[in-house]
């Protein structure tokens, strides 16, 4: 429930008795003598309401309303006059204060206005929140292509763990995309903006890890010239994504922890401790817990680590999904080459959903861009048909409804004509598959 004030006023005896008049109502006061002291602190989004006198030395609380509303003009804010100032102040209704009192008011008058002003500011936010959720949403549905139960699944998933503060392992098999679902959780969450580093644990030898990790002080061991930031100070106010996170030493585990929770570490070569504020998310195919009963893995740096965990689909068990990918590679490679992309025939795209695509993603792209160069059909790859008959059925009849919902726009009559099929079954078959007309309208 949104309960925060901010009162601005130069009259510390203003400012004392509406602190006690608002905080035994329950509400959380802050205050300020200067306006220009509230504008440097006002927060983004600030889920209360501003109340100001109007005449104070420096900023007056008319100059206050115009920066404001420069900055968020749908925060209210309630002008304290005294009497000669209320023409003044109704003028500065028009110009977007929310209300005025004039001095000397009760504190029942004063209630109602703040409450008022709160239930306006609480529609506000969530109207906000509402459109930024949407947008995100819309955003990951570009970024994370495909339309397999288990995408839409991921993609709800992602969305809310990045806006929780907490620590993410993502398990998933070579080529799946880990650090494509890392950036995800950090640019849609509220560290976005902020660093992003990435390290792979298994690219580094395993005398460098420490240096690389925390970094080091000038002359810290032999080589070490000049001081050097390492990855978790780099980090600092982002987010650390740590790829194939079991080829980290122990060693370099139990110092990791250390950071984890105390959140402060050292430099090689030095005994200063660097206050840091960092998400972690790590990265890795086998299973840590499985890895800590073997013996290379710490345990209690595990379940640090797992405090939610996402499980990334190989590609061979959302094969709806792949030719929307293999286009959207496709299409990229031709842009980037200067290519044209040919569509893919019937035989291609059946040789393409029957693969099992060990290299999942990343094979695929790698696959298309060979076709964009003319290195090599679809037909080429080394196919497997590892699935049932009734399952390359099913993906097929995916893509098929896909690619009409696509072309007609979501039309639902065009694409009954096309297919040739009765309402019902049509409606049945995209509620099998995970598929909604409003996925394939026309942008306005």
């Known amino acids: 429930m949104l309960n925060s004030v901010i009162v601005v006023d130069d009259e510390a005896s203003i400012r004392t008795a509406v602190e006690q008049w608002l905080s035994l109502s ?6 300020f003598s200067r306006a220009e002291d509230c504008l440097a602190q006002l927060p983004k989004n600030f889920p209360g309401v501003i109340l100001s006198d109007v005449r104070m030395p420096g900023i007056s609380g008319l100059e206050l309303l115009a920066q ?6 749908d925060l209210p804010i309630i002008l304290l006059t005294g009497h ?7 003028e500065a209704m028009r110009d977007g204060a929310y209300d005025f009192l004039e001095k000397p008011f009760s504190p029942d008058t004063l209630l109602s ?5 709160l239930d306006k500011r609480r529609l506000v936010l969530e109207n906000r929140r509402l459109h930024q959720q949407a947008d995100s949403r819309a955003k990951l549905d570009a970024t994370l292509l495909g339309m397999s139960r288990a995408l839409q699944t991921l993609r709800r998933q992602v969305l809310d763990l990045a806006a929780l503060p907490v620590n993410v392992l993502i398990r998933g098999e070579t080529g799946s995309g880990k650090e494509l679902i890392a950036r995800c959780l950090h640019d849609f969450g509220p560290r976005a903006g902020k660093p992003f580093v990435a390290l792979n644990c298994a690219a580094i030898p395993e005398q460098l890890f420490e240096a690389e990790l925390f970094g080091h002080e000038s002359g810290a061991f032999t080589g070490a010239q000049g001081k050097r930031i390492g990855k978790l100070e780099y980090a600092h106010g982002g987010t650390l994504f ?3 996170i079991e080829s980290m030493p122990l060693a370099q585990q139990v110092k990791l922890l250390r950071v984890l929770q105390e959140q402060k570490l050292e430099r090689l070569g030095s005994n200063q401790s660097i206050k840091v504020d960092l998400r972690v998310i790590a990265a890795t195919k ?7 009963r073997a013996g290379r893995f710490r345990e209690d740096l595990a379940y640090r680590l797992t ?37 893919l025939s019937g035989a291609q795209l059946s040789r393409l959903l029957s693969h099992d695509w060990p290299g999942n993603v990343r094979e695929l792209a790698n696959a298309a861009e060979r076709q964009v160069l003319g290195l090599g059909e679809p037909e080429a790859e080394v196919l497997e048909a590892g699935q049932s008959l009734a399952a390359q059925q099913e993906a097929f009849e995916a893509q098929c409804l896909r690619a009409a919902l696509t072309r007609h726009k979501g039309e639902i009559k ?19 598959h995970g598929l909604t007309r409003e996925m394939f309208l026309k942008d306005p």
């Open 242 to 244: 740590l790829d194939e």
């Open 68 to 73: 404001v509303q420069r900055l968020d003009p």
């Open 84 to 90: 000669g100032d209320v023409p003044m102040a109704v």
């Open 286 to 292: 086998p299973d840590l817990l499985e890895e800590a």
């Open 307 to 343: 405090v939610a965990e996402l499980r990334l689909p190989p590609l061979r068990e959302r094969r709806e999904d792949i030719p929307q990918l293999y286009e959207h590679f496709a299409q990229a490679a031709a842009e980037r080459l200067g290519r044209n992309v040919a569509p």
């Open 113 to 117: 206005s703040l409450r008022r002003a």
């Open 26 to 31: 329950g509400f959380e006061v802050q205050l």
């Open 414 to 432: 065009a694409v009954l004509n096309e297919l040739q099929l009765p309402r019902r079954t049509l409606n049945e078959k995209m509620q099998r």
